[in-house]
């Protein structure tokens, strides 16, 4: 894995790799506890932390991802 591989990635950048809105992330984040970190004011992620939390049922709140 190289450094860029496992860069922080910003609210955009983890909707686009989700296939989600950006609305849907930040009701993620609210709501279902979605794994994100407050650096500023933006959020970033982590895309190991993200996919662990899709996986173990994180993100089903009984929507579709782009709602």
């Known amino acids: ?14 909707a686009k790799y989700l296939g ?3 609305d ?3 009701r993620w984040i609210e709501k279902q506890a ?3 970190h407050r650096v500023g ?3 970033k992620f982590k895309k190991d932390e993200v996919d662990a939390w899709v996986r173990s049922g ?3 709140d009984g929507n579709s991802v782009d709602a």
């Open 58 to 60: 994180g993100s089903s």
């Open 20 to 22: 989600a809105s950006n």
């Open 34 to 36: 979605m794994p994100a």
């Open 1 to 14: 894995m190289t450094e860029l591989d496992d860069r922080w990635l910003s609210v955009t950048e983890i």
């Open 24 to 26: 849907s992330v930040y």
């Open 41 to 43: 004011r933006a959020w």
